[in-house]
């Protein structure tokens, strides 16, 4: 019978801790921190390293340890303080995106940036520094974050804002978990009147037409394209256009419902193959059936339609999933993801979801974050191992010559040399680095081979 | 639930003892939202801070804290008579402190024994004589317990946990039988495995209960004056058959 009273602090265990993509895995012990003082207190003595951890939405090793110590946050979710005039809002690190949403939606606030699913934390957006599909208008998620503490394994404190400590918020922005336990936040959130987006969503045929939708759309504060990366020919990189801007008339802003739905089984591998793949797409790009349709939606489908599946993951079976997301900036945008499109058509392996869209110019904060000025492009491919690794290194080889780079929180494949030529500054953002916390992808992306 | 963060009505005045632990803090922040005025009791003063300011911000009407030692039986009266001053009143009390001990240690040493039966027996029975003393005299009030599953039988791997749980459940069912006609609600809760930070992200997760959902399997029990909540609510099939193995049999079992 297990322990029906487990319910107090619980000690470490020994535990796979799956990210999104459940490839790799790895055996790591569990340290769940409850409080901000847990940090370090718990690591007192601690060998082989140790992470902090939130959700473990990103697909690959970021959020992982080999045999290590993930310290998990999700417990220390307490709201610390909220100011109505203002809209700033001060929580601990494992607060989720959903949490938040829950305390802020029905007091007229909203996120400032928000990803493809609120089940993160505050510590894993900081961490990863996520941007959203406004992010042409407001930047990274590290742009709305006021101030943060964070604290080191040799016990010190910092408050890091742009005018404290700045190379350390400059450091931790994107930080990937390594510079030290982010305890707490304080998140600049914006005013809202209604649940409700105003939505369009507008087919196109090509990149170029991509392009002007994108250019047509600059002052639209939402926008998100979903591509056909299946296609050739005629139907060459087709997709729907989405933006949508937050409706301004008065609405009841009630929470929303709990999610019920649960993908409840590893599907088996043949599920997914290319023909499902690229049946699921012309049935999605023809359930648009007219060029443009206008229609005013709730936030969730809009900015979450995938979690309403929770743990939809397992639609790609036990191997898991490989992600691959780029920028490459405007100098080679269009021809990039061009020969890019074309590889993963010509390579036949499915993606189900390829998400394109414009970044903005707005500077991140972050010394490591991700976003630049150009394309983003972010697909996922189930793993199959003879095949789906080449191509991803092709890609990312392509990527580079382009002068692009990978999302670490999307990654489980870029090389140690791939990842210092995306990231130059890399050794520079070591310096910052907490001496007891490392990642797996750390390990990989610094090895030098 | 309310949909509002604060309802029209006047605030419940509730009084949460061992406001720190993972179920008394998720069942707070329900109570916050429905804009509840709360005292809260825990040993840790930084921690019962945090939590205060937590639920503050979600909306409760009303925080007051007290850091104390609930072992401590001298000091009940005074804290108490201080909570019920701090809320002008109390609606309900919800005691949720408690130690799981260890068994092991326990086996060897009658002193940590005496301590787990201390903390989670004997220190309950002083508040509870109290609050329920304080309760009469109103005519009104419900009283809520956390006791445990582990208290319906004993087993080997915890049974001095199991034991004070099981003396905590017996003394629950005959206050109730004492002060039920005199207008106040007893609530004894038996909780069964909870869902904690460790275990959420484990493959297996979804087969033990998560802790919100535990707290608003508490709060609904409180608002429908039910006597006994085992939550989730599949334990009660399972303790009643754990319950009804013949000892000949049970004695020889790994549980
Ligand atoms: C369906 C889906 C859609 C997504 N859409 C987007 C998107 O649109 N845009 C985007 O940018 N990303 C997107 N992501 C990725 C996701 O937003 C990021 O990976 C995010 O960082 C995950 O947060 P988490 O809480 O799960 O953190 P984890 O994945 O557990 O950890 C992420 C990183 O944060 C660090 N970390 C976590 N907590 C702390 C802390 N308290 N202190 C210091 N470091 C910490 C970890 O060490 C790790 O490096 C998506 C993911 C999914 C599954």
Redesign the interface.
């Given at each position: 019978?297990?322990?029906?009273?487990?319910?107090?602090e619980?000690s470490?265990?020994q535990?796979?801790?799956?990210s999104w993509g459940r490839y790799p895995t790895y055996g790591a012990k569990?340290?769940?921190?409850?409080?901000?003082?847990d940090f370090p207190a718990l690591t007192a003595d601690l060998h082989n390293g140790a992470l902090p951890?939130g959700?473990?939405r990103s697909y690959g090793d970021v959020c992982l340890l080999k045999d290590g110590n993930l310290l998990?946050?999700?417990?220390?979710n307490?709201?610390?303080?909220?100011d109505a005039e203002t809209g700033l809002l001060t929580a601990?690190a494992?607060v989720t995106l959903a949490q938040i949403l829950d305390?802020a939606v029905?007091?007229g606030f909203f996120l400032p940036v928000s990803p493809g699913t609120k089940y993160v934390t505050l510590g894993g957006a900081i961490a990863n520094d996520i941007h959203g599909k406004n992010h042409h208008t407001a930047g990274t998620f590290g742009c709305h974050i006021a101030q943060l503490e964070l604290v080191r394994s040799d016990g010190s404190h910092m408050i890091c804002s742009p005018t404290e400590n700045p190379e350390f918020y400059s450091a931790t922005i994107g930080g990937l978990g390594l510079t030290g336990v982010i305890t707490w936040a304080t998140l600049r959130l914006k005013p809202i009147v209604s649940r409700k987006i105003d939505y369009e969503g507008i087919q196109f045929h090509g990149i170029d037409e991509f392009l002007d939708l994108t250019n047509q759309a600059h002052d639209v504060e939402y926008t998100v394209s979903w591509v056909d990366v299946t296609s050739t020919g005629r139907n060459f990189a087709r997709g729907v256009f989405m933006q949508g801007d937050h409706s301004t008339k008065k609405d009841d802003l009630?929470?929303s419902p709990k999610p019920k739905l649960?993908f409840p089984f590893e599907a088996p591998g043949f599920a997914l193959n290319a023909l499902s793949v690229s049946l699921f797409n012309t049935a999605f790009f023809h359930k648009q059936i007219h060029k443009r349709v206008v229609a005013v939606q709730d936030y969730e489908p809009f900015f979450y339609p995938l979690d309403k599946v929770l743990r939809w993951n397992r639609m790609y079976g036990k191997r898991g999933l490989l992600q691959f997301q780029y920028v490459i900036p405007w100098e080679h945008a269009k021809e990039g993801t061009i020969a890019i499109l074309h590889e993963v058509a010509k390579s036949g392996l499915a993606s189900f979801l390829a998400v394109l869209k414009a970044f903005g110019d707005a500077p991140s904060p972050g010394m490591m974050s991700f976003p630049k000025p150009g394309i983003t492009l972010a697909l996922d491919f189930p793993i199959k191992p003879d095949k789906s690794f080449p191509l991803f290194q092709r890609l990312a080889d392509m990527t580079l010559e382009f002068g692009g780079r990978l999302y670490p929180a999307k990654d489980a494949a870029m090389t140690a040399p791939q990842f210092q030529a995306f990231y130059p500054q890399w050794q520079h953002f070591a310096q910052y680095r907490d001496p007891l916390l490392t990642s797996s992808f750390w390990e990989r992306v610094t090895q030098n081979s | 639930m309310s949909?509002?963060?604060h309802t029209t009505t006047t605030p419940r005045k509730i009084l949460v003892l061992g406001a720190t632990?993972?179920?008394a803090e998720a069942t707070c922040r329900i109570w916050a939202f429905q804009g509840a005025s709360l005292f809260l009791v825990a040993r840790n003063a930084?921690?019962l801070a945090?939590?205060a300011?937590?639920l503050k911000?979600?909306g409760a009407s009303y925080v007051d804290t007290a850091v104390a030692d609930l072992d401590d039986t001298d000091q009940h009266p005074a804290l108490l008579a201080h909570a019920v001053n701090s809320l002008t009143g109390m609606d309900i009390a919800y005691l949720a402190h408690g130690?799981?001990g260890d068994q092991i240690e326990a086996e060897r040493d009658f002193n940590t024994a005496a301590q787990i039966l201390h903390t989670n027996f004997v220190a309950p029975v002083s508040l509870l004589t109290w609050l329920a003393n304080f309760c009469v005299q109103r005519r009104a009030g419900t009283i809520a317990v956390i006791s445990?599953?582990?208290g319906d039988r004993g087993?080997k791997?915890?049974y001095l946990?199991g034991s004070s749980k099981a003396g905590l459940s017996a003394f629950l069912g005959g206050l109730r039988n004492r002060v039920d006609r005199e207008g106040v609600t007893v609530l004894t809760i038996k909780?069964?495995?909870?869902k904690?930070?460790?275990t959420?992200?484990?493959?297996k997760s979804?087969k033990?209960a998560d802790?919100e959902s535990v707290a608003e399997s508490i709060v609904s029990a409180i608002d429908k004056r039910k006597d006994i909540l085992y939550v989730p609510f599949q334990?009660q099939p399972i303790m009643f058959i754990?319950r009804n193995i013949p000892e000949r049999i049970f004695k020889k079992l790994n549980?």
């Open positions: 019978m297990p322990d029906p009273t487990a319910t107090e619980a470490q265990v535990a796979p801790f799956e569990l340290l769940p921190l409850h409080w901000q003082s951890v959700m473990g998990v946050t999700t417990a220390m307490r709201l610390i303080n909220f601990e494992g305390f029905p007091r009630k929470p649960v | 949909t509002t963060p632990s993972g179920i930084e921690k945090a939590v300011a937590d911000t979600r130690i799981l445990s599953v582990a087993r791997s915890n946990y909780p069964g495995p909870v904690t930070a460790m959420a992200n484990m493959p979804e033990f802790v334990w754990i549980l």
